[in-house]
């Protein structure tokens, strides 16, 4: 099974809060965005067909990486939006040679601690009936009691640190989206398209992840047990997290 990586990597990082590119960041062995790619060019197989990192427009780190002289390690530009910077990534994947029935893997170039287990469980959904009809990808079931805040206005206070719920939502069937996210090529690029053309229109707001594209066109992506440990590093203490997830990692590898 064939498959290609694209990793949006277009973002700022300004939740982050440092004023540079989280995916930068350092990590024990490399920085985040050298951890996110790892997995898939450690694995031993002649299956990936190659990755794809999709850079802001004023991107010069990424040069400087070692991960750049790859010989699977293609770039491009991308867009205002993750729908965008994905859908320029899908298109570098077609002037590579992509056939539109070859599946692709997004993952969040904030995602350091993806595992081979996770990697080979998704890679595995897409053999399956379910997984063949409309991709996959790893999500989380919730654990925790999720509720849902009142507008602004109604904030404690006015503080905009603090809310005042509104509801409890039941959390029964919800689950967290993680990545990677599998789909096929040709299906993907028409899903974004099609998001980004509704987004366009009054009201209209462009999707958070590629699974959502999916579904808006009818599709139903399989769901895929993903580990509680592949963080997205978006505030200061996930990359402690991340880091600590990392070394404890090399450690048991050490001890093997």
């Given amino acids: 099974m064939n498959y290609w990586v694209v990793l949006p990597a277009a973002g700022r990082g300004e939740r982050f809060g440092v004023g540079a590119p ?73 002037a590579r040679g992509g056939a539109e029935d070859e599946w692709v893997l997004v993952h969040d170039a904030a995602r350091p601690c993806l595992s081979a287990a996770e990697l080979g469980a998704l890679l595995a959904a897409l053999a399956t009936p379910a ?9 989380l079931p919730v654990a925790d009691t999720v509720k849902r805040a009142a507008s602004q206005e109604a904030n404690a206070g006015g503080t905009p640190e603090l809310a005042v719920v509104a509801a409890t939502v039941p959390r029964d069937g919800l689950w967290r989206a993680l990545t990677p996210q599998a789909f096929r090529l040709g299906a993907l690029t028409a899903a974004l398209e099609n998001a980004l053309r509704l ?16 579904e808006a066109l009818g599709g139903a992506p399989l769901l895929v047990p993903g580990s509680p440990y592949n963080v997205k590093v978006t505030l200061p203490a996930d990359l402690e997290f991340a880091a600590t997830v990392l070394r404890s990692r090399a450690e048991r590898t050490r001890h093997d």
Avoid: C
């Avoid at 987004?199 to 999916?214: C, H, N």
């Fill in 199 to 214: 987004a366009a229109a009054p009201g209209g707001s462009a999707p958070t992840d590629e699974a959502a594209a999916i």
């Fill in 22 to 94: 989280k995916q930068y960041e350092a990590l024990p062995g490399g920085v985040v965005l050298e951890h996110a790619l790892a997995p898939f060019l450690r694995l031993s197989s002649t299956d990936l067909r190659g990755v794809v990192v999709v850079l802001g427009s004023a991107d010069t780190r990424f040069a400087t990486l070692p991960l750049a002289q790859h010989p699977q390690v293609t770039t491009t530009t991308g867009g205002a939006s993750r729908a965008a910077s994905v859908l320029a990534g899908l298109d570098a994947v077609r």
């Fill in 131 to 139: 997984g063949q009809a409309s991709g996959a990808l790893l999500a």
